[in-house]
């Protein structure tokens, strides 16, 4: 059984797609293969998810190696929907913010709510104070 490699990183990908669109014509030709290689996991991932089987096939006879990805399901909704998770995922990538970005704005939360935290604890034992004389 043959395993995925590991998908790109963000500039990895972006490094590539560089290539891709103003490198030479085999760096260029390199590029979309790493691309196009390290992408099938998450096709997988996301066939799996929605009961779709696929099948992968390389043809190396051409002289650029083409390849050619084949899908079965019950439905074609199941297919459409395994689609447009797949975009999303891909589009939504660069869009989203870096998860130490997502950890500095929870810890200035974490921060923001610390201060009122003690302001109400100071309050609940005043009126316990209040309460118990």
């Known amino acids: 059984m043959q395993t995925f490699q590991k998908p790109l990183n963000a500039a990895e990908e972006a490094h590539y797609v560089h290539l891709l669109k103003e490198g030479s014509e085999e ?3 390199r590029a979309k293969e790493i ?4 992408n099938l996991r998450l096709v997988a991932h996301v066939a799996k998810k929605y009961h779709v089987d696929f099948a992968l096939k390389k043809d190396t006879a051409a002289e650029q190696p083409r390849y050619m990805v084949f899908f079965k399901s019950r439905d074609a909704d199941a297919i459409t929907a395994a689609f447009q998770e797949f975009v999303s995922r891909r589009i939504g990538r660069e869009e989203r913010p870096s998860i130490r970005e997502r950890l500095n704005q929870a810890r200035e939360q974490a921060e923001r709510k610390a201060e009122h935290r003690t302001l109400d604890r100071e309050k609940v034992k005043v009126k316990d104070r209040s309460v118990q004389r």
């Open 27 to 29: 760096e260029a030709k």
């Open 35 to 38: 691309l196009i290689e390290r």
